[in-house]
């Protein structure tokens, strides 16, 4: 019973802590090639009492080209089209199953790399890029170089303004985040359940949705920590439950001892006198000798009660620190991310105002009112490219092509 328990609440605190990590990392995403996804799996062994790590299975794995994965044991698992939680499930089950376990593993699937995107046509340098969450097709031409230039020193000098300018629109928005993602980390250190939002950047145009990410991952964060706590609770409690069950066995197995051996006390004076044959004093030293037996199997079983108790609080401690120490870490990280950032906005800014001063004109723009600049994103939905004209703020996403032609305009 014991031991039901325990394996029914340590499955519950693995999947919480699995579903509250993929909603915070994808969302709705679903899996394409070149995706890369990091898996681990653990088994709780009811058998022996302990969590084994499939250390052979934990690593990063690349969608490939056929939309599958590869694992050892298992071989092939779709992913194309699927959710992290769905490819977790399914290697629980299949693992399994393949090697008729008894218990089901545990897994746990996290997006680790999202798939790039492709920049073609009229850009400096097209080609393959990393996708990073909120970019947009003017930040894709940005990482590609901006748009391709003529090879002339006025040339040059527009497309290091754009260029830079590019750069810095895109580190600013990174900072913005930053900011945001510390006031957040800064009120989960004081263990508030609510931030305060940066006011200083109340103007800029993603401001709600930025904090509205932040405080999903603060909610979940939170929502994690409590289902684990609440499921030590759980084990406490049940663990309290034996223990005060096997204190009540033990009383009734002391006063059975106490009776029999006032019983053989008795007997073992009539047999002295030739009154009780020899068997009946032997069969009561059996019974004796089996209630003291049985008696030590529950003071046995007290004890690991007790410690199994020990253990639960140990771990509610533990989990209470690594999250202050997780926070403690991710605070430095911003504050040097932050810095850093800082440090390229200056620079950008610097290599505009570099570029302007040697040649003035150049922030009318790099081409003239003859030619218009059109940018497309194809897209595959369903199998099926398709290809849709978009603006400079569109979103792309993983896998996306961004398409820049220059068209001549028509002069009359």
Do not use: C, H
Not at 79 to 90: L, N
Not at 156 to 165: F, H, K, N, V
């Amino acid at each position: 019973m014991l031991r039901t328990g325990f394996v029914r609440l340590f499955g519950v605190l693995i999947l919480a802590l699995g579903a509250a990590g993929g909603a915070q990392a994808e969302g709705g995403y679903t899996l394409g090639p070149m995706d890369k996804l990091r898996i681990r799996v653990v088994e709780w062994q009811s058998a022996e009492g302990a969590v084994r790590d499939w250390t052979a299975l934990a690593g990063d794995y690349l969608v490939g080209p056929s939309g599958t994965i590869s694992l050892p044991f298992i071989g092939e698992i779709p992913a194309e089209g699927r959710s992290t939680a769905d490819i977790a499930a399914v290697i629980g089950t299949e693992l399994q199953q393949t090697l008729g376990l008894m218990d089901r593993p545990n897994a746990s699937v996290e997006l680790a790399e999202f798939r790039p995107i492709f920049v073609a046509g009229d850009a400096q340098t097209p080609g393959r890029y990393p996708y990073d969450p909120d970019l947009t097709v003017l930040k894709a031409v940005s990482l590609a170089g901006g748009l391709r230039r003529a090879t002339d020193g006025n040339m040059r000098l527009e497309r290091d303004i754009i260029r830079a300018s590019g750069e810095q629109d895109v580190t600013v928005a990174r900072r913005n985040r930053l900011i945001v993602k510390r006031a957040r980390l800064e009120a989960e250190a004081a263990d508030q359940t609510a931030f305060e939002p940066p006011q200083e950047l109340r103007d800029q145009p993603d401001f709600t949705a930025m904090i509205a990410d932040e405080k999903a991952i603060m909610d979940t964060r939170q929502k994690r920590l409590t289902l684990q706590l609440e499921a030590l609770d759980d084990l406490k409690r049940l663990l309290a439950s034996e223990v005060e069950a096997l204190q009540k066995k033990i009383t009734a197995q002391n006063r059975q001892i106490e009776l029999t051996r006032k019983e053989l006390a008795g007997i073992g004076d009539l047999s002295s006198q030739g009154l009780v044959v020899n068997a009946r004093v032997l069969s009561v030293e059996r019974t004796m000798a089996e209630l003291e037996t049985r008696l030590l199997d529950y003071e046995t079983a007290l004890l690991q009660a007790r410690q199994e108790i020990a253990r639960a609080q140990q771990s509610a401690i533990d989990l209470e620190n690594d999250r202050d120490a997780e926070i403690a870490r991710e605070r430095q990280e911003v504050e040097a991310d932050i810095r850093s950032a800082e440090l390229q906005i200056g620079t950008s800014r610097n290599l505009v105002q570099e570029a302007l001063t040697q040649a003035p004109t150049a922030s009318v723009g790099p081409f003239n009112e003859n030619v218009r600049i059109v940018y497309k994103i194809v897209r595959t939905v369903d199998g099926q490219a398709q290809e849709t004209e978009a603006g400079e703020m569109e979103p792309v996403l993983p896998g996306d092509v961004v398409k820049v032609e220059m068209a001549a305009v028509a002069v009359n």
